[in-house]
């Protein structure tokens, strides 16, 4: 191989290091999430679920009277089911994406959806409840639902997206416990 | 004698390397790997004895308890001896054998009044079992009951619809 040839050769060996270098994707999207869904209702691997409504609140009560709490709330209603299998099927982490800020759904209100056993073939409706600032209420948000805790990896993570801007408004909401079905 | 024969050795030695990386990346990272869920025993005449427990289907009741709109339940009655020493037993699973769909017990979901088991107990002359699913109206089997037996066996029994 002539002199010419070899510094091509070199050339050539490293413009392809770069190449790949440049098209190789970075190393946590091996474990990323798969985002499924856009719109009021999505399935996945794991979950299926429908936003049914949302609004906002002042004030929210748990059903039996017991627990109440002020703030700026957001009572999101939905239907989720499991498509395939019972086991573990529960939302584990729902968080509300607004305006490139992240709110997980409060642990501190009962009687949520959140962590209840799902069943296959028949709906439960519940409600997610999240604690906000006082200026989030406008804007599209994603719920954000997956039966992994923290950093759901490799998995279906369903997407469901709420305009905030026409939803009522109450000065007090009375939960309800999350129901199997319509009966 | 020209480049390539010159470093043929180099060559081959380079071709096998990016042979064993791809294979190693294939076999860690690309295969999927399977849980060793022990060995599954079949109740082929609806009868087992496993882990000190002899188990078998008493009776197989659709609709026997209320359930929501457009579901039912299916009620499967075990009855059951068991030895003083017998192996603790898992939470059994109800599979539909055409689709894969799987189901949990529903009590919690189910307004069941009765004081069969749900599962397996040590130290039982003769008990009954009693598991409630709850199931969308188009599911109709026919159906595996999986009941996990200590912590290799699952004792599985077919379920007709």
């Known amino acids: 191989m002539s002199g010419a040839r070899r510094w091509i050769a070199g050339a050539a060996l490293v413009l392809c290091a770069g190449l790949a270098t440049a098209l190789t994707p970075p190393a946590d999207s091996t474990y990323d999430e798969f985002l499924v869904g856009d719109g009021a209702a999505a399935a996945g691997r794991t979950l299926s679920a429908s936003l049914t409504g949302a609004t906002f609140a002042r004030t929210v009560v748990s059903s039996d009277g017991d627990w109440r709490a002020d703030g700026h709330w957001l009572i999101v209603e939905l239907t989720a089911s499991a498509p395939r299998s019972e086991v573990d099927a529960e939302v584990v982490l729902a968080t509300l994406h607004v305006g490139g800020t992240v709110f997980q759904a409060s642990e501190r209100v009962p009687d949520t959806l959140a962590k209840r056993q799902l069943r296959v073939g028949t709906d439960t409706a519940g409600v997610l409840v999240f604690e906000l600032p006082d200026d989030v209420t406008d804007g599209t948000a994603q719920v954000r639902l997956s039966t992994a805790y923290s950093t759901p990896q490799l998995d279906d993570v369903l997407v469901l997206s709420l305009p905030l801007d026409d939803l009522p408004a109450a000065s007090l909401v009375e939960l309800s416990e999350p129901m199997v079905g319509t009966r | ?161």
């Open chain 2, 1 to 161: 004698m020209s480049w390539w024969r010159r470093q043929r050795l180099a060559l081959a030695g380079l071709a096998v390397a990016a042979a064993a990386a791809v294979s190693v990346h294939v076999w860690f990272d690309v295969l999927p790997t399977t849980d060793d869920a022990g060995p599954v025993i079949t109740a082929s005449d609806g009868t087992a004895e496993v882990g000190g427990h002899r188990l078998s289907v008493e009776g197989v009741e659709w609709g026997e308890f209320s359930a929501p709109d457009g579901s039912t339940t299916l009620s499967v009655t075990l009855r059951a001896h068991s030895a003083d020493e017998a192996e603790l037993c898992g939470t059994f699973l109800l599979s539909e054998a055409p689709s894969g769909r799987e189901w949990l017990d529903a009590r919690g979901d189910v307004d069941v009044r009765t004081d069969d088991e749900r599962s397996c107990r040590s130290g039982s002359g003769a008990y009954r079992i009693l598991a409630v699913f709850l199931l969308p109206e188009d599911a109709s089997g026919p159906f595996w009951l999986d009941a996990p037996i200590g912590s290799a066996d699952v004792l599985r029994i077919r379920v007709d619809g």
